[in-house]
T-cell receptor, first 112, second 115 residues
Framework: AQSVTQLGSHVSVSEGALVLLRCNYS??????LFWYVQYPNQGLQLLLK??????LVKGINGFEAEFKKSETSFHLTKPSAHMSDAAEYFC??????????FGAGTRLTVKP | SQTIHQWPATLVQPVGSPLSLECTVE??????LYWYRQAAGRGLQLLFY??????ISSEVPQNLSASRPQDRQFILSSKKLLLSDSGFYLC??????????????FGEGSRLTVL
């Protein structure tokens, strides 16, 4: 069975600062990895995904993530935070058959 | 593209009352459908998933049930709500068979408060 652990339930950064949200996964098969964003009282929106190929994945809104098999990690980064990035972010892993498991989420706060 | 409608968006119900949350999807036929619950301060818990009409798998024993009467309709129900059933319920759609990429598409959610 697969699972993900998100390190840090809350992350606070200043506007313009680097955003780093951490995710480690566990999977018995080559994983598909995802980052989703959730704004208040809304559903989840896909930011980016890794399936196969290039390990550095670029997503929407300037976010990117790097799949590191040796570290079983899939951390999400953005060089410069915007106020509009304040939201909850979820890392997820899939076993390629549609069984997706989510981390507990990281709430990102952006300070002016 | 996948469009997912959830109804109602918000609901306040007394303990012991019944529940029915509806999810309808557009786009691909024979989708995999999922119900997740998001409780305050917690991540997403998979409640039910369905790979076809009348086919429901439950992840955890609970006070809830699900049904799939039509290909693109997924219903979450309860006969008697508990306080612990409060939360944000999300319906999600995946392509049949999980698809190559395995991503899920989410509805806007239904917020249930049980008093």
């Amino acid at each position: 069975a697969q699972s993900v652990t998100q390190l840090g339930s809350h992350v606070s950064v200043s506007e313009g600062a680097l955003v780093l949200l951490r995710c480690n996964y566990s999977s018995s098969v080559p994983p598909y990895l995802f980052w989703y964003v959730q704004y208040p009282n809304q559903g989840l929106q896909l930011l980016l995904k890794y399936t196969t190929g290039a390990t550095l994945v670029k997503g929407i809104n300037g976010f990117e993530a790097e799949f590191k098999k040796s570290e079983t990690s899939f951390h999400l980064t953005k060089p410069s935070a915007h106020m509009s990035d304040a939201a909850e972010y979820f890392c997820a892993v899939s076993d390629q058959g549609g069984d997706m498991r989510f981390g507990a989420g990281t709430r990102l706060t952006v300070k002016p | 593209s996948q469009t997912i409608h959830q109804w109602p968006a918000t609901l306040v119900q007394p303990v012991g009352s019944p529940l029915s949350l509806e999810c309808t999807v557009e786009g691909t036929s024979n989708p995999n459908l999922y119900w997740y619950r998001q409780a305050a301060g917690r991540g997403l818990q998979l409640l039910f998933y369905s790979v076809g009409i009348g086919q429901i798998s439950s992840e955890v024993p609970q006070n809830l049930s699900a049904s799939r009467p039509q290909d693109r309709q997924f219903i979450l129900s309860s006969k008697k709500l508990l306080l612990s059933d409060s939360g944000f319920y999300l319906c999600a759609q995946g392509l049949a068979g999980g698809s190559i990429t395995g991503e899920l598409f989410f509805g806007e959610g239904s917020r249930l408060t049980v008093l």
